[in-house]
C-alpha cells in the first residue's frame, strides 16, 4: 500500500510539473480570459522596447536563460505536438468544456487563497462559482457563472504572499515550471504538497497519468499561437516574456516598483503601461461564434487560470 500511494505521488507530480513546463514556458501565469486574437497583433508592441536587456529585477539570468531554453525544448518537443494532436481531434465545443472542467477545480483552489487573504468579497463568489459550475453546469464543463456575471478571481498562494507584504521578488525561471519568482516559486512548490482534490477524478497511476495529461495539453492548448507571435515579435524572447511577466505580476499584487535605466534607456514602471493591458491578450485562441460556450462576453473572458497553483 505504501509503494503504491508512493508511485502514485510520484506520477501525479510529474505530471503536475508537466503541466506547468507548457503553461508557464511561454508566459507563466494567470489564464483567467480566453486570448483575444484580435487585440493580439495591437498588444504584442505594448510593451517598450527599452525594457529589453539587462533588469535588475533579474539577478540570476544566466541560470534563468538556461532554464529557460530547457522549457522551450521540452515544450517543442513532446507538449507543443501532444496538443497539436488534440485539436486535430477535438471539436472546439469539447475542449471549451475540458478547460470549464479545470477552471472549476482551480476555483475551489482560488477560495481558500482567498480566505488566507480575508478576502470577503471574492470568496463569496468563488462559493458562487464552484456552486453554480458544479451543479448547474454539469460538473463544471459549462461556465454557468461567468455566462451569469459571476466574475473568476483566480489566485495562487504567490498572490496571497504578496497580499500579506511580500510585494517585491526576484525574477526566477524554474525547470519545468518557467516564468516565475522567488516569492511565487515558494507558492508553488507549498502548493505541491497541499490536500490533493484531484484524486478523486482518477484511480491508479494510470487514471493520474490519463487525468495530468488531459490537464496540461489543456494549459498547453489555451495558449496555442502565442509562441509564434513573441518569436515574430522579439529579438530576444526570454527578455519580451520575463518584462511581460514582471509587469503582469506587478499589476495583480499592487507593487509599483522605482524607474529603473537599463544602459543608456529608461524603461517606465509597469503602472506607467496603458490601463487597460491585459497579456491573455497575447495569446491566440479560436473561440468562435459557432461555438455554444462562446456566445456571450461572459463566457468568452474565462480560460484555465490555471493559476500559478498546481492542480
Known sequence: MIKKNVRRLLTSLIFTLAAYSCSNAVWGKDFDTYPNSSAADASIVALPSAEFGHNPRDPYEKYNRKIHTFNSVVDEYALKPITQGYRAITPTFVRTGVNNFFNNLLDVYSLAHNVLRLNPQHVTEDVIRVFANTTFGLGGLIDVASLTGVPSNKTSLGDTFASWGWKESPYAVLPFFGPSSVRD??????SLFRPDLNQYFYHGTQGAAAFYTLYLTNVRNSYWGSDDLVKQAALDDYSYIRDFYLQNRDRKTGYSPQKVNFGEQTASEP???????????LVNEEVTASDPLADTPAASEESATISSSPL
Open 185 to 190: 516559486g515558494v507558492g508553488t512548490g507549498i
Open 271 to 281: 503602472a506607467d503601461v496603458e490601463e487597460d493591458f491585459n497579456i491573455d491578450d
